[in-house]
């Protein structure tokens, strides 16, 4: 079957480490893959998308990586702060759908100041 | 710009009442869908559609109906509810571009509550 996970529920580190969040998927041929940020009560903000064929995506202090053979997307944030504090979301979205994203179900990062 | 808007915020219903959830985007996108949030398992696509008059099922349409009259609006109705449908409801819209432009905007969800 199907699936799209997430590493863990919750992940803690302290301010200034480098957050990592990884998304695993099985039984997917991605088009590609995107990260979106969610804050309690509000809905998903897009932060990053990387296609099959790239293997590392930068934004400021973001960085995503894409290894398709391992069937995996790596989230980092650097230099982490307490405001950056949320539950992150992989989505993909397979090859050939129109834009129907499958979701995984989130990773919350609190950042400890 | 309002982006993606959504009402009612929050909704409580009884089992076997219909309801309308409202979703309204002013990017003029094509791309609208609608999603339902569950503890622990992530969005879920229920409906979506890829223009105006043309519409199709997600991962979870039992229970729901959708239709698009007008790029602009995108409404969700619920036949008949039922406490499984308890969740909250976020609807989305994107363009039909390529690379940054199918970034998905989000609204801010309606909380709905089925007794």
């Known amino acids: 079957s199907q699936k799209i996970e997430q590493n863990s529920e919750a992940l803690n580190i302290q301010e200034g480490k480098t957050a990592t969040l990884t998304c695993n998927y099985t039984n997917y041929s991605p088009a590609y893959l995107q990260w979106y940020r969610q804050d309690p009560g509000r809905g998903p903000v897009f932060l990053l998308l990387i296609r099959e064929n790239e293997k590392e995506k930068r934004k400021e202090r973001l960085k995503v990586t894409f290894d398709t053979t391992l069937k995996q997307s790596l989230f980092h944030i650097t230099a982490s702060q307490p405001a950056d504090s949320a539950t992150y979301l992989c989505?993909?979205?397979?090859?050939?759908?129109?834009?129907?994203?499958?979701f995984g179900s989130g990773t919350q990062l609190t950042v400890l100041p | 710009n309002a982006g993606v808007t959504q009402t009612p915020k929050f909704q409580v219903l009884k089992t076997g009442q219909s309801m309308t959830l409202q979703c309204a985007q002013d990017m003029n996108h094509e791309y609208m869908s609608w999603y339902r949030q569950d503890p622990g398992m992530g969005l879920r696509l229920i409906h979506y559609s890829v223009g105006a008059g043309i519409t199709d099922q997600g991962e979870v349409p039992n229970g729901y109906n959708v239709s698009r009259s007008t790029t602009e609006d995108f409404p969700l109705r619920l036949l008949s509810a039922a406490p499984s449908q308890t969740s909250v409801y976020f609807c989305?819209?994107?363009?039909?571009?390529?690379?940054?432009?199918?970034?998905?905007?989000f609204g801010p969800g309606t909380r709905l509550l089925v007794l």
């Open positions: 989305a819209s994107s363009s039909h571009g390529q690379g940054a432009r199918e970034t998905q905007y």
């Open positions: 989505a993909l979205r397979p090859s050939g759908s129109a834009r129907q994203l499958t």
